[in-house]
């Protein structure tokens, strides 16, 4: 597989056409960018990791019959995936109280749900990612009812593999993002990246961050947390 020219140039990854009409490559940066793109940096070795990382985690759901936009890891930073059109949802998975969802509804991080809940927001720099419900999104067309139905059963069955095989690698699962995209056929699969900048991950006994809120807040530590969940994935 070769790469051709760059189609897009995201905040955290460039994506660029390949030989082949039904693929293209993704290359991961080690750019971080945070608060809505005002606050920016670079963590050093994040793109190597996120790669592997994400790689493991979409073959891990394959198996498990989830399917995704995973094709082949060509290097340390570039992964070959299906070409999809993306659906325009920021959907996040929530087992544990933390970041927007403690500001919003005033409570403390750490509290454990009886049930994992579900959001969306609309992907849309310019609205700064809107939170929106089911209806708002299927008004604004971005998926119909049977997808968002579809999306849905998938986002928790995602987070009850997800949220046990990190278990058994010391580590809570406290919320996630996905985003998912559609094939030429109008399958949806699961797309973007699964990642420590795209989900909380607590260690289990500690609650000591390991994830991109350390970016996020200033804790100092951010390459040192990385490594530790790459370690705790792979070691
Ligand atoms: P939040 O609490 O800030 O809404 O974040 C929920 C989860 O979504 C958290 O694991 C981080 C992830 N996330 C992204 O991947 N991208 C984003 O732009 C935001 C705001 C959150
Ligand atoms: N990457 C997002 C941004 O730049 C937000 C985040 O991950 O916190 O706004």
Redesign the pocket.
């Known amino acids: 597989m070769k790469k051709t020219v760059q189609l897009y140039e995201g ?2 990854k460039k994506v660029f056409e390949t030989d082949t009409d039904s693929i293209v490559i993704v290359s991961y940066k080690d750019d ?8 920016k940096g670079t963590i050093t070795g994040k793109g190597a990791i996120n790669n592997r990382m994400s790689n493991f985690l979409m073959q891990l759901l394959e198996k498990e019959g989830i399917p995704t936009h995973f094709v082949e890891e060509l290097s340390d930073r570039e992964t070959a995936v299906k070409k999809v059109s993306i659906v325009p949802l920021e959907v996040i998975v929530r087992n544990v109280a933390a970041g927007h969802f403690a500001q919003r509804y005033g409570v403390e991080e750490g509290i454990v749900f009886d049930e994992p809940t579900i959001e969306f927001s609309y992907k849309n720099d310019d609205l700064h ?1 809107p939170l929106l419900n089911s209806y708002h999104a299927v008004a604004l067309k971005l998926a119909d009812k049977s997808e968002i139905q579809h999306i849905k059963s998938m986002a928790f069955r995602i987070n009850d593999i997800l949220k046990e095989f990190f278990k058994s690698k010391n580590v809570k699962l406290v919320d996630f993002k996905m985003e998912f995209g559609r094939l030429p056929d109008g399958s949806i699969v699961l797309a973007d990246e699964i990642s420590p ?2 989900c909380r991950f607590w260690d289990l006994e500690t609650n000591e961050k390991l994830d ?1 809120d350390r970016f ?1 807040r200033d804790m100092g530590g951010v390459e040192g947390a990385y490594e530790e969940m790459y370690r705790r994935v792979f070691g």
């Open positions: 905040k955290a971080a960018t945070a608060l809505d793109g005002l606050k990612d900048d795209t991109k996020r």
